[in-house]
């Protein structure tokens, strides 16, 4: 009975977005020779599915002013430090990885087996005592060969180059900052995204409130994208199914 159910779930799954591909294949088939239609500007707010920003912040500090001053305190001054060291702080992560790898490594092992045993003389007889019959001059016998060879290569080299505004999400107790950053970027039916995060210490930023990714400790930073372009590289959800279950 389980096993139907599933089989009823996943059918019911297929057909719902077999008819999810038709409406979307529809609507292309529709706008054939007519440019995409700019979307209308209006209310972000009253759009379905719209959801306010909330961001870590600090704690609300009351504003406080001292008798003959133009400024007041905690005011973003001229001469204050502005580089991010507070939660809800905004910083930007300058992106450089340049990895090249080539590595190159083989094994090869063999070895050869032989044993022989038998009985020549049995104390100075040719022959077994009682049956009368000649010695046996190979008792046991074997043999065995083994041979193994291995070769394996790594050639690599990749590179990213890019800029990305990060958020002070936590503050440690021992004063280094938890940052993320996430950057969508699409063109046409194609998304880039780039997402940084880890800990930085507040003496590594820099005096324009900028930070190299290399300074950056328990990095975690992921380039990728997805759309149309990406659909059609990665193999179909079948084959990638056959690919884990199949042991051959």
Known sequence: ???????RRAIVASFAASLLCGCAALDRLKNIGEPPALAAVDNPTTRPGYKP?????????????????????GSRAFFKDQRAHQVGDILTVKVNITDKAN?????KRSRDNVEDSGITDFFGKQKLPVLNSALPTR???????????????????EALSTNVAGVVTQVLPNGNLVIEGRQEIRVNFEIRELIVAGVVRPEDIESDNTIDSNK???ARIAYGGRGQITDVQQPRYGQQVLDVVLPF
Do not use: C, H
């Open 103 to 107: 590595i190159a490594n083989g094994t």
């Open 53 to 73: 920003v909330q961001m870590p912040m600090p704690a609300a500090q009351p504003a406080s002013y001292n008798p003959n001053s133009l400024w007041r305190n």
């Open 139 to 157: 008792i046991f016998s074997g043999d065995s060969t083994s041979s193994s060879e291995g070769k394996g290569s790594v050639d690599r080299s």
């Open 216 to 218: 950056i400790a328990q």
């Open 1 to 7: 009975m389980q096993i139907m159910t599933i089989a």
